[in-house]
């Protein structure tokens, strides 16, 4: 790849002049018209657009490159890397599967030196440019496997950090960690041997089960979500806290609500207690319900269970700053399409279903309904049968 081209002027400035533009129809309109590579300047553009939201402040960075669509989907985005940088520090940090850098160059911050490892040379050569841009001279780049690095490296690091791939060579999603890349499970002892602390960023649909399983010795699990949806699971290891209990952390972002934290253990000595619908209905942060929390959500917020796999929860009292969505109860409804065309003569209202009968989809389908407006219908199962709930 030459870089050379991707820094001249007219390059930057087409990019520039085209941001909000469809990619197709530059390369349409544009053929044969530039003395650069259309096709890859469409590229960047395509790009940024694709990752305006993930990551704002770098697609507004016309000095910066950035590559294939892949690259980027797999990469943390700019809120989740400065989360997972809080706290860490140190002379020295590694990333041993660099990728687009967003985490390195975040996890970075706290550090007075930063070793980038990334094996895919195009990937490299982009993400060395741009980390070299935003932070000239603070960073070593090895080209290569980044365990073999840490195998023949002398040096000691404050921080070992790695996001494992999780596609196989036929594309298809891996969730332990042992078919992942780099074989984190295989690899421990090496990392243990070469910092004091270590911190993996794994697939959301791994079962924390499993991690525990696959990596005895760790000591902590964060659930991270972005309004309500599972983006990341983080594990962490750190010398100093050997024996500690294990520890889960549930963290939505855009909340505002404190991270919902427990020890492993509780959670299989908590009872849940079980009463029909009252005023309100609750559902759990979707990060809790990850973490398998049902019997300590609602012991520890004095809320009673719908039943015992319906994870809704309800109460008579609302109480502030409950991690959930909290729903009150109009009236209980039969799912029967004149009645509901009586309530909801518009055809609209939010249907959501937990342990129903039938999905959303063919609810909405069977009632003649499409989401919309403020209303809700919510389906699920008590200890006296199936329930439809209008809240």
């Not at 590229?43 to 939201?53: M, P």
């Not at 932070?135 to 790695?162: C, M, S, W």
């Not at 389908?365 to 709930?389: C, P, R, S």
């Amino acid at each position: 790849m030459n870089l050379s081209e991707f820094n001249s002027a007219e390059f930057t400035q087409f990019v520039q002049n085209h941001l909000e533009e469809d990619p197709a129809g530059l390369l349409f309109k544009y053929q044969g018209k530039v003395a650069f590579d259309l096709k890859m300047a469409v590229q960047q553009i395509a790009a940024r657009q694709k990752a305006a939201k993930k990551l704002p402040t770098w697609s507004k960075n016309l000095h910066l490159l950035f590559p294939a669509s892949i690259s980027v989907e797999q990469s943390s985005s700019e809120q989740t890397a400065s989360f997972k940088s809080e706290g860490l520090s140190g002379k020295c940090f590694i990333d041993l599967t660099g990728g687009f850098g967003v985490d390195f160059y975040h996890l970075s911050q706290g550090f007075e030196k930063g070793v980038y490892c990334e094996q895919q040379p195009e990937l490299f050569q982009i993400s060395k440019h741009n980390l070299s841009l935003l932070n000239p001279g603070k960073f070593d780049f090895v080209e290569g496997n980044g365990l073999d690095f840490l195998q023949k490296t002398e040096l000691r690091f404050d921080l070992i950090y790695a996001d494992p791939a999780r596609r196989g060579t036929g594309n298809q999603k891996l969730y332990k960690l042992q078919d992942c890349e780099p074989n984190i499970v295989e690899a421990w002892p090496l990392l243990q041997s070469k910092s004091d602390s270590i911190l993996l960023k794994v697939s959301p649909m791994l079962d924390l089960t499993q991690a525990w399983t696959e990596l005895p010795d760790l000591q902590k699990i964060t659930v991270v979500s972005v309004r309500n949806e599972v983006k990341e699971l983080l594990l962490h290891w750190d010398k100093a806290k050997e024996g500690a209990p294990r520890m889960v952390s549930v963290i939505d972002l855009e909340s505002g609500l404190p991270p919902f934290e427990f020890e492993n253990r509780t959670e299989e000595v908590a009872q849940s207690q079980f009463a029909e619908a009252g005023k309100y209905l609750i559902e759990p942060l979707v990060g809790i319900l990850k973490a398998g929390a049902f019997n300590l959500f609602g012991e520890r917020f004095g809320l009673k269970k719908l039943e015992r796999n319906s994870h809704l929860y309800t109460s008579e009292n609302f109480t502030a700053g409950i991690p959930g969505r909290v729903f009150e109860v109009v009236r209980e409804i039969s799912p029967k399409k004149q009645e509901i065309k009586t309530f909801f003569p518009s055809g609209k209202v939010n249907v959501i279903c937990r342990n129903y009968v039938t999905g959303a989809e063919e609810l909405k389908k069977k009632l003649g309904v499409k989401d919309g407006g403020e209303d809700y219908l919510i389906g699920t199962q008590t200890a006296t049968g199936f329930k439809l709930y209008w809240c």
